[in-house]
């Protein structure tokens, strides 16, 4: 069953020691991770080993990045030693990867989540994997430590609460909900996501490294209240909910989209030089499709605020869901 409680579950056996009962050969990989953006991926030297690349999207066209620029030459300097390369968001150059059986790529109506697509199958078939460079939010990290886990789930109910958390549908388990709010209040530190990516090996039976969560998860409310403020200088004009953030306290994006979702069918979210464009998982709309962005989340997308004029254009009250004209 999923746990029930916020409080991570107790250790067992001897301090330091996860896996007591069960023997080295059982015991998971200890692959290295890296943490990668689609359009900031490192240069394939820095990676030891043979890689596997988990929920880490082709560079969508736009604001700088494109896939010939980006993940193609990350590709072929990782040559052959990208062991596989499991992702779930849409994109155009897919198709050149379907005879390679390294790549294991879905689109996100197929699967809300990468971790349900790192299957034991998955893993048995890359062989052996030094680095583990996944995306850098839940979705990926849990995708992460399943493949160190040989395929199989950290907790009863994990690849739910990552489509859950991913799509924001549904209500994702307590442990998730904390490990969300943590990621999402300190984003750039790479030690809180270690940490969790070894909790979550531990099949959450590391209290220590829970402590450290549950601290950052406390601290988004600050950046909650901050969404909520601005929340209310939201406009909106038929089907779009839009506001411009100039400076101020900090403030949870992810937040403020989904309180401008709450107002109308798409949030609109104009800072630090870009347009941050939301709809529900299950809208039907393809930001994709609609801006030319070649890959990339259909109902979330990023674009340089040079696009302002076409982006409210192209979203006005009249912008076709999916099966319309």
């Not at 059986?101 to 078939?125: D, Q, W, Y």
Request: glycine residues 10%; charged residues 25%.
């Amino acid at each position: 069953m999923r746990p029930s409680s916020m409080r991570a579950p107790p250790a067992t056996g001897q301090s330091g020691d996860y896996y007591p009962r069960m023997s080295e050969a059982a015991r998971p990989n200890s692959p290295q991770f890296a943490f990668l953006t689609p359009r900031s991926l490192p240069k394939p030297a820095t990676l030891q080993g043979r890689v596997a690349v988990l929920d880490i999207a082709f560079a969508a066209e736009g604001g700088g990045s494109s896939f010939e620029g980006i993940t193609l030459p990350f590709i072929r300097g990782l040559g052959p030693r990208l062991a596989a390369w499991v992702d779930h968001h849409d994109h155009e150059r897919h198709v050149d990867f379907a005879n390679d059986p390294r790549f294991i790529l879905s689109t996100k109506a197929e699967h809300g989540a990468c971790p349900e697509m790192v299957t034991p199958e998955v893993v048995a078939a890359a062989g052996p994997v030094d680095t583990v460079a996944v995306h850098l939010d839940l979705d990926g990290i849990y995708s992460g430590a399943k493949w160190a886990l040989g395929g199989i789930e950290p907790y009863e109910g994990a690849d739910d609460d990552a489509r859950a958390v991913d799509t924001r549908r549904g209500e994702p388990g307590p442990i998730a909900t904390r490990i969300d709010r943590a990621l999402r209040a300190r984003f750039r530190d790479k030690n809180l996501k270690h940490r969790i990516v070894q909790y979550l090996i531990a099949r959450t039976k590391a209290p220590h490294h829970w402590e450290e969560i549950e601290a950052a998860a406390r601290s988004i409310d600050p950046l909650l209240d901050g969404a909520k403020r601005l929340a209310d200088q939201y406009r909106v004009d038929g089907r779009v909910a839009y506001v411009r953030v100039t400076g101020g306290a900090p403030y949870d994006k992810t937040e403020l989209l989904l309180l401008g979702q709450q107002r109308a069918d798409i949030a609109v979210v104009h800072d630090a030089g870009s347009l941050s464009i939301a709809a529900d998982f299950e809208s039907g709309l393809d930001f994709v499709k609609l801006f030319g962005l070649g890959g990339g989340m259909p109902t979330r997308v990023s674009i340089p605020e040079s696009r302002l004029s076409e982006v409210m254009e192209k979203l006005g009250p009249n912008v076709p869901s999916q099966g319309q004209g």
